[in-house]
């Protein structure tokens, strides 16, 4: 991470007027906690639960564009920390390394325009997503919004095929002073539904559930990410030919964001 000039604290608290913003190069570190339970009554068996813990590191580049912001996120590589209940090695991850994604910010803070290289470009984009919330240059502390959003694909599994409806309180509870660099503390609370079908070598499985989250940025007035969090919890219903009533299946996700020098 580059080391550059930011605006006076005055200048976040009432709005700069102009943003025209030298290129930044940030890399990141995401370790990513993933436990599941699927409740495997409907074939005459117990509970399966997964748990696994990865460690990702990630170089994220912009560069003002189009009165908005060019984006670049890419996998640099993706290490197994931890792997209970699921046949996963290390070497799963390693094809996911050079796997880049890109899109463009405006100045309403919204993220779009994402083209991914990659089969698994969708933990890329997950990971753009956590790093780039929705905030508007001139959001000053106080200010609170709410907004409405839909994914298709939020993952890989189950979720690849599944559609995303979130609705989003944000709120800028603050600023904080990160290795020199004044912040804002952006918060977001919000709840979301899934639904959708991929197909199996068993078959299509039709997911429907609800979800709800939290996350925590720490932002400075260029866009740049100094760290932060993001945890969801999903109640959902699997239905797949062979099982004679949908499978419950909860997970909770979390994610801790930080900066790598």
């Not at 880049?100 to 990971?127: E, F, K, Q």
């Not at 609370?189 to 559930?209: H, K, L, R, V, Y």
């Amino acid at each position: 991470m580059q080391a550059r000039a930011l605006f006076a604290t005055a200048a976040l608290a009432v709005g700069a007027v102009a943003f025209a913003f030298p290129p930044t190069t940030q890399r990141f570190k995401v370790v990513e906690t993933n436990h599941s339970v699927a409740d495997l009554s409907a074939f005459g068996q117990g509970e399966q639960v997964t748990h696994v813990v990865t460690s990702s590191f990630v170089t994220l580049t912009g560069n003002d564009s189009a009165g908005g912001r060019s984006v670049k996120l890419v996998i640099d590589s993706i290490q197994l920390d931890s792997v209970a209940g699921a046949p996963m090695t290390q070497a799963a991850f390693d094809s996911a390394r050079g796997i880049a994604v890109t899109g463009w910010v405006g100045p309403d803070g919204v993220l779009s325009g994402i083209v991914t290289d990659g089969p698994r470009g969708a933990a890329a984009t997950s990971i753009l997503r956590a790093l780039l919330p929705k905030v508007k240059n001139r959001a000053r502390v106080g200010e609170r919004w709410t907004d409405t959003t839909q994914v298709e694909g939020s993952g890989e599994g189950v979720l690849a095929g599944a559609t995303t409806r979130r609705i989003t309180n944000w709120s800028i509870s603050g600023e904080e002073t990160v290795s020199g660099v004044r912040a804002r503390k952006v918060e977001s609370a919000f709840s979301q539904t899934i639904s959708g079908a991929i197909e199996s070598p068993n078959g299509s499985m039709q997911i429907d559930g609800t979800g709800t989250g939290t996350a925590l940025a720490l932002l400075a007035a260029d866009g740049r990410h100094f760290g932060g969090n993001v945890s969801l919890s999903l109640s959902l219903s699997i239905s797949i030919a062979q099982a004679p009533e949908p499978i419950p299946v909860t997970v909770t996700t979390s994610s801790i964001i930080t900066t790598v020098r």
